[in-house]
C-alpha cells in the first residue's frame, strides 16, 4: 500500500495552500465579522480550477480525481471554511450531481459554466420539518402542461443568494412517499423565487445562507434531472459524495488551528521555558497530531474508494463523523493552548473552533452518519 502522494497531488496541494495564504488569509477576519462573502476570493478559484475540480474537462472542469479534491479542501479550510464550503457545494453536489445525472442538454448549459466556476451553485434539499428526514418533503412540484409548478420553502441553502443554478428536491406524487420525489434545476430570478435574509450563524459566517420560497415557480419539464421518481435516490447519491468535502473542510480546520497552536506553544513562554517543553501541552499537541492524522487517513481512503469505483457510502460516513467530530476537539485544545490569547480574534482560533461545529451538523448530522454506518456494519 503506497501512501505517497503523485507529483501532480503534491502540485494541487501546494496551489491549494499558496492561492489560500495569498488570496484567502489576507481579510478573513474583517469578512467573518461582517459577514462579508468572498465574492472575488472564489470568482479566482473559478479561475485556477477549484470549483468544478473532478468534473470531466469536455464539461469546462479540471477532470482530476478525489484525492485531489481532499488535498485542496483541507489547505483551504485551514484558512477559510467559508471558502470552502463554496467549494465543496459546487463541487460535491451540485457538479457531481449535474455529471453524474444530468443530460447531455443540461451538462452542457448548466455544468459547462458551473465547472468554469463562472457561475456558483446551491443544493436545495432542507426544509422547516426536514432536514436530515428527506423523505419528508413538504415542497411540491406538480406536472402541468409544459412544466412543474413549485411551491415550498427550503432552509439552511448554502450559496442561497449568490448561486445562480439550484437544484431543488421537491415532491411531484405525494401518495407515492419516497418514490414520488423529484429534482429540478431552477435557475435565478425565475418569477416566484425569493429569497429570504442571510442567516446570521455562529460559523462560516462569510458564507451566505439564506431560506429559499418558491410561489408558482414554472420549472419546464427538461429540467427535470433523471426519470420520473428518482428524487430521493439523486439526493442520497448526492450526499453520500458530499461527505467527503465535509470530513475534508473539518480535517482543514482542524489542520489549521493545530499548526496555530504548535507555532504559538513555541514561542510563549511560561515558568521559565516554551510552554511546548511543559508536558501537559507537549501531550495535547501529541494528541491532536494523532486526531488528525487519523481522519486524514479516512478521508483519503474515501476518496479513493470513490476514485476505483467503489461504493464509499461507508468510508465516506466515517471519515465525516470522524473528522467532524476531531475537529471540534482539536480547535477547542488549540483555543486552551492559546490560553486567553485564544479566545481574541485576531488569533484566528477561536474562529477555527466556531467553524468546526457546523461540520457535525451538516451534509448530515454526526447522528445520521452513525446511522448509516450502523447499518452497513450490521448488514455485513
Same mark, same amino acid.
Given at each position: 500500500?503506497?501512501?505517497?502522494?503523485?507529483?501532480?497531488?503534491?502540485?494541487? !496541494?501546494?496551489?491549494?495552500?499558496?492561492?489560500?495564504?495569498?488570496?484567502?488569509?489576507?481579510?478573513?477576519?474583517? !469578512?467573518?465579522?461582517?459577514?462579508?462573502?468572498?465574492?472575488?476570493?472564489?470568482?479566482?478559484?473559478?479561475?485556477? /480550477?477549484?470549483?468544478?475540480?473532478?468534473?470531466?474537462?469536455?464539461?469546462?472542469?479540471?477532470?482530476?480525481? %478525489?484525492?485531489?479534491?481532499?488535498?485542496?479542501?483541507?489547505?483551504?479550510?485551514?484558512?477559510?471554511?467559508? %471558502?470552502?464550503?463554496?467549494?465543496?457545494?459546487?463541487?460535491?453536489?451540485?457538479?457531481?450531481?449535474?455529471?453524474?445525472?444530468?443530460?447531455?442538454?443540461?451538462?452542457?448549459?448548466?455544468? #459547462?459554466?458551473?465547472?468554469?466556476?463562472?457561475?456558483?451553485?446551491?443544493?436545495?434539499?432542507?426544509?422547516?420539518?426536514?432536514?436530515?428526514?428527506?423523505?419528508?418533503?413538504?415542497?411540491?412540484?406538480?406536472?402541468?402542461?409544459?412544466?412543474?409548478?413549485?411551491?415550498?420553502? &427550503?432552509?439552511?441553502?448554502?450559496?442561497?443568494?449568490?448561486?445562480?443554478?439550484?437544484? #431543488?428536491?421537491?415532491?411531484?406524487?405525494?401518495?407515492? /412517499?419516497?418514490?414520488?420525489?423529484?429534482?429540478?434545476?431552477?435557475?435565478?430570478?425565475?418569477?416566484?423565487?425569493?429569497? /429570504?435574509? &442571510?442567516?446570521?450563524? +455562529?460559523?462560516?459566517?462569510?458564507?451566505?445562507?439564506?431560506?429559499?420560497?418558491?410561489?408558482? #415557480?414554472?420549472?419546464?419539464?427538461?429540467?427535470?434531472?433523471?426519470?420520473?421518481?428518482?428524487?430521493?435516490?439523486?439526493?442520497?447519491?448526492?450526499?453520500? $459524495?458530499?461527505?467527503? /468535502?465535509?470530513?475534508?473542510?473539518?480535517?482543514?480546520?482542524?489542520?489549521?488551528?493545530?499548526?496555530?497552536?504548535?507555532?504559538?506553544?513555541?514561542?510563549?513562554?511560561?515558568?521559565?521555558?516554551?510552554?511546548?517543553?511543559?508536558?501537559?501541552?507537549?501531550? &495535547?499537541?501529541?494528541?491532536?497530531?494523532?486526531?488528525?492524522? %487519523?481522519? !486524514?487517513? +479516512?478521508?483519503?481512503?474515501?476518496?479513493?474508494?470513490?476514485?476505483?469505483?467503489?461504493?464509499?457510502?461507508?468510508? $465516506?460516513?466515517?471519515?465525516? +463523523?470522524?473528522?467532524?467530530?476531531?475537529?471540534?476537539? #482539536?480547535?477547542?485544545?488549540?483555543?486552551?493552548?492559546?490560553? $486567553?490569547? $485564544?479566545?481574541?480574534?485576531?488569533?484566528?482560533?477561536?474562529? +477555527?473552533?466556531?467553524?468546526?461545529?457546523?461540520?457535525?451538523?451538516?451534509?448530515?448530522?454526526?447522528?445520521?452518519? &452513525?446511522?448509516?454506518?450502523?447499518?452497513?456494519?450490521?448488514?455485513?
Amino acid at each position: 500500500m503506497d501512501f505517497n502522494l503523485s507529483e501532480e497531488h503534491i502540485m494541487i !496541494r501546494d496551489a491549494a495552500r499558496d492561492f489560500a495564504q495569498n488570496e484567502l488569509l489576507p481579510g478573513v477576519i474583517e !469578512r467573518d465579522e461582517n459577514q462579508k462573502f468572498p465574492t472575488e476570493q472564489v470568482k479566482k478559484m473559478g479561475e485556477l /480550477g477549484f470549483l468544478g475540480m473532478m468534473v470531466d474537462p469536455k464539461y469546462g472542469g479540471s477532470g482530476l480525481d %478525489a484525492v485531489s479534491y481532499v488535498l485542496a479542501m483541507e489547505e483551504i479550510s485551514k484558512i477559510d471554511a467559508s %471558502a470552502s464550503v463554496v467549494m465543496s457545494v459546487n463541487n460535491s453536489l451540485v457538479c457531481w450531481g449535474l455529471e453524474t445525472f444530468g443530460s447531455e442538454e443540461q451538462k452542457q448549459k448548466y455544468l #459547462v459554466p458551473l465547472a468554469k466556476g463562472e457561475i456558483i451553485g446551491a443544493f436545495c434539499l432542507s426544509e422547516p420539518e426536514a432536514g436530515s428526514d428527506a423523505t419528508s418533503q413538504k415542497t411540491t412540484a406538480f406536472e402541468k402542461d409544459d412544466h412543474y409548478l413549485l411551491n415550498g420553502t &427550503k432552509n439552511w441553502i448554502t450559496n442561497g443568494n449568490n448561486a445562480s443554478v439550484y437544484l #431543488v428536491i421537491a415532491q411531484t406524487d405525494i401518495d407515492k /412517499g419516497h418514490k414520488g420525489i423529484n429534482a429540478f434545476i431552477v435557475e435565478k430570478g425565475t418569477p416566484g423565487f425569493e429569497i /429570504g435574509p &442571510k442567516e446570521n450563524k +455562529l460559523g462560516i459566517r462569510g458564507s451566505d445562507t439564506h431560506s429559499l420560497m418558491f410561489t408558482d #415557480v414554472k420549472v419546464p419539464k427538461e429540467n427535470r434531472i433523471g426519470e420520473d421518481g428518482f428524487g430521493f435516490k439523486f439526493a442520497m447519491k448526492t450526499l453520500a $459524495g458530499g461527505r467527503i /468535502g465535509i470530513a475534508s473542510q473539518a480535517l482543514g480546520i482542524a489542520s489549521g488551528a493545530y499548526e496555530l497552536a504548535l507555532k504559538y506553544s513555541k514561542e510563549r513562554k511560561a515558568f521559565g521555558k516554551e510552554i511546548s517543553k511543559h508536558q501537559a501541552i507537549a501531550f &495535547k499537541l501529541a494528541d491532536m497530531a494523532t486526531q488528525i492524522e %487519523a481522519a !486524514r487517513h +479516512l478521508c483519503m481512503k474515501a476518496a479513493w474508494d470513490k476514485d476505483q469505483g467503489k461504493n464509499y457510502d461507508l468510508s $465516506g460516513a466515517m471519515a465525516k +463523523l470522524y473528522a467532524a467530530e476531531m475537529a471540534m476537539d #482539536v480547535t477547542v485544545e488549540a483555543v486552551q493552548i492559546h490560553g $486567553g490569547y $485564544g479566545f481574541v480574534k485576531e488569533y484566528h482560533v477561536e474562529r +477555527l473552533m466556531r467553524d468546526a461545529k457546523i461540520t457535525q451538523i451538516y451534509e448530515g448530522t454526526s447522528e445520521i452518519q &452513525k446511522i448509516v454506518i450502523s447499518r452497513s456494519v450490521l448488514r455485513d
